[in-house]
């Protein structure tokens, strides 16, 4: 049985994860919450650029349609 898209996203609540922005930015934070929109709300949010973190956020929220994709990391 396939998974639905929504059901991923959950399981990645509270757990740290990479959001990949439309125009190349990179934001790495805990998935503190979503919606049907994937607008979604980050904890210690941070920007990355070449896998490096240049500025600190804290909380933020990032509008869904501006999400290309979600990921799940492990934060060294």
């Known amino acids: 049985m396939a ?6 996203i959950h399981r990645s609540l509270d757990k740290d994860v990479l959001v990949l922005l439309k125009r190349g930015s990179e934001f790495r934070g805990k998935l503190i919450g979503y919606d049907i929109h994937l607008n979604v709300v980050l904890a210690d949010a941070a920007l990355i650029q070449d896998g490096e973190v240049v ?9 869904g349609d501006n999400v290309l994709a979600i990921s799940p990391v492990e934060i060294e």
């Open 55 to 63: 500025k600190k956020y804290g909380k933020i929220v990032i509008r």
């Open 3 to 8: 998974e639905r898209p929504l059901d991923v």
